[in-house]
């Protein structure tokens, strides 16, 4: 359940990783967004109280390269570029507490306190390392970590390019907490997820003797970053200057961070070994405790590729959020999201995907409340009525006299309104671990049986039978209404311009009403008239759209 989540802190506290700002944001920063705002909107569904966190890592090598090759002074190029995640964050509807800046002030004065705390603690010292060193992950790897392809010398896990080099470092005792850290893992299966990740760190930790981290690098080679307190000569080493993101957002080393604290990190299978084993390595020398969870996710690829710009495939998700709409982007990468596996992106899948939207969900809306019936009249039949007694009464006199096809009826009928009450726990026990394909999959499969649940007892067909009519209007309508209260994490835009048009009261949107009955003041003034303005319209592919 949710609640698994904490342990000591009383609010949620979820975290994107903060993202590079050596290039501009693409479909991978979006769905790492998108997966803790789905996380947010569903706390703040349940009305739990919920603090998250979102931002740019705006230190090291590879930006001041950046910014030399653009003749850019540092900290403008990294306004630009931070600038361009916050508006990404904008456009597609992600909510956060703080956008955090690894240049911001608060935060340059937390790395210096947590740095001094860790060397207080006995587990920083200073001396020379050499080793295959990686300009693009700004990190040292060990000889068992690369490997020669394509006549270069790269690191296993990321595939980046190292040089070895040797220079004069302050390092972290790593070696020193792996006991710790297996030990956290076997307490803990949950700690990573999904399981394969797991798996995969613990054996990694059982494997092979952890090496002490370098965690500064020369300030003649590096000098945009933050200075080792009392060493100007030494530069913080990116990756513990950008973890320590996570405890500068809620007030370290005030007390005022363990009301947030431990919180959950969700980052992209690329970073994993900083989250799960560098970080909690780091906390545990500094006496705070291990993050909660880190839920890891793969890579979104482009027609079974990895994007490239080189071959023409790289999803921008401004343009295509620009063309398709915000929600339906937003919806196709949930119900998609597979954390354990790399996910397949073509524009073609999220163009059919926002078709079926219409037709299985959009147009449930728009028929139920078209001229031909009442809604309004049906909700105040219907919403505190006996559905026992009703269907007692039908089973007696058959449906049109049909004591065949109201059997049938009434075991739809069971099904879907048993569904419904069942829909909101389902989902709350699947978005605890962030499965949201899911999620999204359980509302849509109930939709499908509401159409077919329309279909079959035929509205159109019954206008001599207003009892009849209001029961199939009625239960189609609330079952619906509970799915769009539920997609309203995953759509807030949509979900709620739909649940406008059936006339429901705002605050009957919470997962209190998200209950077959649960609400009897909607409808009055429901109508979708000919000539009016569909909520949402089919369009073709986007031109150039790469399928």
Request: hydrophobic share 35%; with cysteine.
């Amino acid at each position: 359940m949710v609640g698994a989540y904490l342990s000591s802190a009383s609010k949620y506290f979820i975290t994107t990783p903060i993202f590079y700002v050596n290039a501009a944001p693409h479909l991978g920063h979006l769905y790492s967004m998108l997966l803790c705002d789905f996380q947010k909107r569903w706390l703040d569904l349940k009305e739990t109280p919920n603090y998250v966190t979102t931002g740019t890592d705006e230190h090291g090598l590879k930006v001041q390269i950046a910014a030399e090759l653009n003749k850019t002074d540092p900290r403008l190029f990294c306004d630009n570029l931070s600038n361009k995640f916050k508006h990404l964050s904008q456009i597609s509807d992600i909510q956060y507490d703080r956008f955090i800046r690894t240049t911001d002030a608060d935060h340059l004065a937390t790395v210096r306190q947590f740095w001094e705390t860790v060397w207080k603690n006995g587990y920083i010292y200073k001396g020379k390392h050499s080793g295959w060193y990686s300009v693009s992950d700004e990190t040292f790897y060990p000889e068992s970590q690369v490997e020669q392809r394509d006549g270069k010398t790269v690191s296993t896990e990321t595939g980046s390019e190292v040089v070895y080099e040797s220079e004069e470092n302050y390092f972290f005792k790593l070696s020193a907490f792996q006991s710790q850290l297996i030990d956290l893992y076997k307490a803990n299966p949950q700690f990573v997820i999904p399981a394969n990740y797991y798996s995969d760190l613990l054996k990694e930790l059982e494997r092979e003797p952890l090496q002490d981290l370098s965690i500064s690098r020369p300030s003649s080679r590096l000098q945009w970053g933050i200075s080792v307190p009392n060493d100007e000569s030494q530069k913080i080493y990116v990756w513990f200057d950008a973890l320590v993101n996570y405890l500068t957002s809620i007030g370290y080393p005030s007390s005022r961070y363990k009301e947030f604290w431990p919180g959950i990190h969700l980052i992209g299978k690329d970073i994993s070994r900083f989250h799960c084993i560098y970080w909690p390595a780091f906390l545990m020398a500094a006496k705070v405790s291990p993050p909660e969870k880190v839920v890891v996710h793969g890579h979104w690829l482009m027609g079974g590729s990895k994007m490239s710009k080189s071959k023409g495939n790289v999803a921008d998700p401004l343009a295509i959020g620009d063309y398709y709409g915000v929600d339906s982007l937003r919806l196709f990468l949930g119900a998609n999201s597979i954390l354990s596996n790399d996910c397949d992106f073509t524009e073609r899948k999220l163009n059919d995907h926002r078709d079926l939207f219409i037709d299985k969900i959009c147009n449930v809306v728009t028929r139920c409340i078209s001229k031909s019936f009442d809604p309004a009249r049906s909700v105040m039949s219907y919403s505190n009525e006996d559905m026992n007694l009703v269907w007692k009464r039908i089973l007696e006199r058959g449906w049109e006299g049909d004591l065949e096809k109201a059997a049938e009826l009434k075991k739809s009928h069971d099904e879907i309104v048993d569904d419904a009450q069942q829909l909101f726990s389902k989902i709350d026990v699947l978005m605890s671990t962030f499965t949201t394909h899911k999620s999204v999959g359980e509302i849509f499969d109930l939709m499908l049986k509401v159409n077919q649940f329309v279909n079959s007892t035929e509205p159109w067909n019954l206008k001599s039978n207003e009892r009849l009519q209001d029961l199939s209007i009625f239960v189609a309508l609330d079952v619906t209404r509970v799915c769009l209260i539920l997609l309203q994490p995953f759509i807030p835009g949509l979900s709620n311009k739909l649940l406008d048009m059936i006339k429901v009261e705002s605050s009957k949107r919470t997962a209190t009403y998200a209950a077959f009955q649960q609400d009897s003041s909607y409808g009055q003034g429901a109508k979708f008239l000919k000539g009016s303005t569909p909520p949402l319209i089919k369009v073709p592919l986007r031109a150039g759209a790469y399928e």
